[in-house]
């Protein structure tokens, strides 16, 4: 993959599963960029695919930017993504956005996008990938990871080529207050680690 207009033509053609079918808008970062952090979060919301067509613009995309806020650090100086592109769906009454709800990507869907993923990270050349969420790191890990067992703690990838620092989702605060001190906790971390980075020269 040569650019980010390539990358962006090749997933708004992509058919490789199902939910090209029910996507409005395939959900992207709009201002890509070389970067020293990828923030690669779960899926897009309906915020994302019917309204923004880009990455955490929803409820979740607002905590991100307020924790964002508190290590200073500005999104948009960040690249933005997620592991599956299109919005996962299912069937609802009750949905806001549109005849459905948000669901968690199947197997099959995360394995359809993840050489989207690779090129997407390919092009962002990022130094470290936040993963959001236990979606995000089990697909880099390339197995299923428990998020307990791994938030606030880096570690390197040879097959990224970078650290990756998992924090949980910002939407897990939503449903979980009581993770709110510890996201704060994990994102501090991050800042240092950033620093530890620029330091060193990296």
Known sequence: MKSFAELRKGIENCTKCSLYKTRTNVVLDRKPQKTVLFLLGEAPGGHEDMVSGEPFSGEAGKILTD???????????????????????????RGRFGPYANRKPTSAE?????????????????????????????????????????????????????????????????????????????????????????????
């Open 110 to 202: 995360i394995k359809s996008c993840s050489s989207w993923v690779e090129a997407e990270i390919g092009l962002v050349k990022p130094k470290v990938i936040a993963t959001l969420g236990g979606v995000p790191l089990s697909t880099i890990l390339g197995k299923q990871a428990r998020l307990e067992d791994y938030h606030g703690k880096y570690f390197y990838s040879a097959k990224y080529g970078c650290f990756i620092f998992p924090l949980y989702h910002p939407a897990s605060i939503i449903y979980r207050r009581q993770l709110a001190q510890t996201y704060a906790q994990d994102v501090f971390k991050l800042k240092e680690f950033l620093q530890e980075l620029k330091k060193q020269g990296n």
């Open 67 to 93: 924790f964002l806020a508190q290590i200073d650090l500005d999104r948009k100086h960040c690249y933005l993504g997620n592991t599956v592109k299109c919005r996962p769906t299912k069937p609802s009454s």
